[in-house]
């Protein structure tokens, strides 16, 4: 990454709330992809416990209460989040079973073997691939589930300055074989892995942030930090853009053994 451009990790955490609030989804994703990774999960009854890990918004989340039976916690660790999480839950007349809570992932409070599905579409990396499959492992029941999105790379190789970024930004991007590997360690049986269409990046993630994104510079008009952070968000998609054979989310779907 050129020294013009700074992690996400460098801008203020209420302007990164204020600015994701506006947008349905905080991360590439769409309803499709949603129900397809469920497709590979079964057993789920409305005795299920479900929790949807790095939940933002909820948008990832209300689709699978619409399409997996069961009771639904949606943990996230920034608290204007979940207030939208649970308007947005209200909204959809989903509350008797869709519940969203301020958490964090690296300090989960679920009993050991309560859930059936653990769910985490691009936000895993908040505490790393492995350390959240190995971490969350024992919150599974015997036979239950995880599915969460994660960058990867398609390739072995790649050029340099998408994979300096990268190494910036995440240092635990990996190849699909090495990621499956992980699972496999962990003590998952690597169900299913799938790469999410570009339609995820482009169509649900950055093009509801352009209008996203004249509102927020007109409101912190002079703001450096900011200007700085779109600046940044922009940079991103350019590089995806460029870049987008070489990597992209991936869905990781595997059964505790
Ligand atoms: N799953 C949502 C989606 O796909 O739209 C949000 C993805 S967003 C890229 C990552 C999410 O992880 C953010 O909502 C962020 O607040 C949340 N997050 C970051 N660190 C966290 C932590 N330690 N515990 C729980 N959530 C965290």
């Not at 939208?84 to 409070?109: E, P, W, Y």
């Not at 790393?128 to 995880?146: A, D, P, Q, S, V």
């Not at 008009?221 to 992209?248: C, D, P, T, V």
Request: one cysteine or more; proline letters at 4%.
């Amino acid at each position: 990454m050129s020294n013009e451009h700074k992690s996400i990790h460098e801008f203020d955490f209420n302007l990164i709330c204020e600015y994701f609030t506006h947008v349905e989804r905080q991360g590439p994703g769409s309803p499709e992809i949603t129900i397809k990774a469920l497709s590979f999960v079964e057993n789920l009854t409305s005795e299920s416990r479900i929790a949807d890990i790095g939940c933002g918004t909820g948008g990832q989340t209300m689709v699978l209460a619409q399409h997996a039976p069961g009771n639904v916690t949606g943990i996230d660790i920034f608290p204007q989040f979940i207030e939208q999480f649970n308007i947005n839950t209200a909204q959809l007349g989903l509350n008797d079973r869709v519940k969203g809570i301020v958490g964090s992932m690296d300090n989960l409070h679920f009993k050991n073997e309560e859930l059936d599905l653990i769910w985490s579409e691009g936000a895993i990396y908040n505490v790393g691939f492995e350390r959240g499959i190995n971490e969350w492992h024992k919150f599974l029941k015997t036979g239950g589930y995880l599915a969460v999105t994660e960058a990867s790379w398609f390739t072995d190789e790649r050029p340099a300055e998408i994979n300096d970024f990268w190494n910036d930004a995440y240092p635990e991007i990996d190849t699909i074989p090495n990621k499956v590997a992980q699972m496999q360690k962990a003590g998952y049986i690597p169900v299913a892995t799938f790469i999410l269409p570009e339609s995820c990046w482009t169509e649900h993630f950055y093009s509801p942030q352009a209008i996203a994104q004249e509102i927020f510079l007109k409101k912190h008009a002079g703001n450096k930090m900011a200007e700085g952070f779109i600046a940044n968000q922009r940079h991103e998609m350019e590089l995806y853009n460029q870049y987008k054979a070489y990597y992209g989310y991936v869905f990781y779907i595997g059964k505790k053994i």
